[in-house]
């Protein structure tokens, strides 16, 4: 995001506020069908900007100070440098590193804190101490329960008890850990076949395929599905995963405005009516890759930096009006929203209400609602039928772990009901109650909160380097585990908080975390949105 990009940007969607009636979202929740529902990424006051600004440059500053002191034997360095290479180019460059030796090191307590449990609704940290700013630790042998608002566990799958945990240990007897061999070869198993015949039947889907890695889910099998003389329209937040598979695939790639119709709609004219360069015969194909729900992501495209946490949901309704339209392909990314989205927990296209057969090839991921790993695509039997024949993935890649694919079944059969009980419904209820509740808290405060109120993905903008890693450890103190984001996996003046709900969270842990929060923003003077009144005289149920 650039310097200007902090402005304040409006997404407004022609859905109720909420779920689509008969959900199972909140049971008081308001259900106005004309009602348009706005996303409001609320700029900060402006001596806030400033004082952002000044920040990291007087870090800046001190920072080649201490480099120039290191250099000169004033002060030790500590930080690993190549050795051996004489006569030769150095591997990497010592001054590349100069983000990691003078902001990241002070704050790496904050970053990657070690834990020792289960990432369900409270984990436990493993304390360390530090004597030398943060290059070294040890561990005095002691541990801290928080209250877990920094894990990917939406629907609390992430569980070591419970049926899928049993199913996960059922397979192990039953298949072992790995085959060790990829799906060409002696890699399918019948438990497989059976996760991806019920992929399929979830999502809507006539077939689908999965992947042991959701990253390679989306890099190596874009290229199979577009190629020289085809076009790519990517929205410009789209995940790292979906650009290098795109980059892979040797197709033009065009770049649309977050959300904005009239962006995409602009380009797919142009493309149209214009042609491929210098010959302009028609392109082969078009696909529009987007994703369902926006997560964190930093994104380099034609040397400008893209930066995305906001949790906003894609605008499906209109993108799939233009696909149609302009005869397009239509690639759609769930990877954050399948499982969590929807009153059944099926995505964005139950959200909205969007046929799945609008929706050309739907890939997903299940680290994040499943509490397991790897991805899958879903599409036609004749594209289906094509990745298995094409992929990298299939072909170099060890097939997905059997307690891996056990565990998946098992919660997305608990999702669906077919366990026989309404256990899927109830996380999928109390996920939908958690993140309207939590939100609305947080803007009643005074924090500016970014995103869609039902997305899990919570992004606090704390703005100021020092705050937010202040925020972190204040927030630890009162027995709270958040993620802090900050440049360069966010734009320099959007540093946040990301906290991500999940279903396991009750509401005696949510708010003992609002209380924390409220009480640090009051501290540290971090409640800076100018909409509070606004926001207190609405009817917020």
């Not at 289960?118 to 101490?129: A, F, H, K, Q, S």
């Not at 240990?169 to 015949?197: F, K, M, P």
């Not at 605008?315 to 690639?331: D, E, F, Q, R, T």
């Amino acid at each position: 995001m650039v310097a200007g990009a902090h402005a304040t940007r409006r997404v407004q969607h022609s859905m109720k506020n909420g779920f689509p009636k008969g959900s199972n979202g909140f049971a008081s929740h308001r259900r106005e069908l004309n009602t348009e529902l706005e996303e409001d990424l609320e700029e900060p006051p402006l001596y806030i900007a400033v004082m952002t600004y000044l920040a990291y440059f007087f870090y800046i500053i001190f920072g080649y100070m201490r480099d120039f002191m290191r250099k000169y034997g004033l002060e030790k360095s500590k930080f690993v440098k190549e050795a051996g290479n004489q006569g030769f180019v150095p591997l990497y460059s010592d001054f590349e590193s100069f983000y990691t030796r003078n902001l990241y090191t002070r704050a790496r307590d904050c970053l990657n804190r070690p834990i020792c449990s289960v990432p369900g609704g409270e984990v436990v940290l493993v304390d360390r101490e530090s004597e030398d700013w943060n290059w070294t630790f040890r561990y005095p042998g002691t541990t801290t329960k928080t209250v877990n608002l920094a894990s990917y566990n939406y629907l609390g799958f992430a569980e070591n008890s419970g049926p899928c945990a049993d199913a996960a240990e059922q397979a192990v007897r039953e298949y072992g850990i790995a085959g060790c061999s990829s799906r060409h070869e002696y890699g399918t198993l019948d438990i497989h076949n059976e996760l991806e015949a019920l992929v399929a039947k979830f999502v809507g889907k006539p077939a689908a395929m999965v992947f042991g890695m959701g990253f390679a889910t989306n890099s190596t099998n874009i290229p199979t599905l577009v190629g020289k003389g085809d076009l790519i329209i990517s929205d410009e937040l789209n995940h790292r995963s979906l650009i290098l598979g795109a980059r892979l695939s040797g197709a033009k790639i065009k770049v649309f405005k977050h959300n904005d119709m009239a962006s995409l709609e602009k380009i797919l004219h142009e493309s149209v009516s214009q042609g491929q360069p210098i010959t302009h015969r028609a392109w082969k194909k078009i696909l529009i890759i987007v994703e369902g729900v926006y997560r964190l992501n930093v994104a380099r495209v034609d040397n400008n930096f893209f930066f995305s946490m906001e949790g906003s949901l894609a605008k499906l309704p209109g993108i799939v009006a233009l696909k149609k339209k302009y005869k397009a392909y239509l690639y759609l990314d769930e990877a954050h929203s399948i499982g969590a989205i929807g009153p059944n927990g099926r995505g964005v296209t139950e959200y909205f209400g969007v046929d799945p057969a609008d929706v050309d090839i739907m890939m997903g991921t299940f680290t994040k609602s499943f509490g397991a790993a790897g991805g899958y695509i879903a599409a036609s039997q004749e594209i289906i039928d094509h990745i298995k024949g094409s992929s990298h993935s299939a072909t170099y890649a060890s097939f997905m772990s059997p307690p891996v694919v056990m565990q998946i079944i098992s919660s997305m059969k608990i999702i669906m009901g077919e366990d026989g009980t309404s256990k899927g419904k109830q996380r999928l209820t109390r996920l939908a109650q958690n993140c309207k509740y939590f939100r609305q808290k947080l803007k009643k405060m005074g924090y500016i909160v970014y995103g869609h109120d039902a997305s899990a993905v919570v992004p606090i903008l704390l703005y100021m380097p020092a705050k937010t890693v202040a925020f972190s450890r204040e927030m630890l103190k009162r027995g709270v585990a958040v993620v802090i984001v900050g440049f360069p996996a966010t734009s320099l003046i959007e540093s946040r908080a990301r906290i991500c709900l999940s279903a396991s969270h009750t509401k005696e842990m949510l708010d003992k975390a609002l209380e924390a929060i409220d009480e640090v923003g009051d501290i540290l003077q971090l409640k800076y949105s100018k909409q509070t009144q606004k926001i207190k005289n609405k009817i917020l149920v």
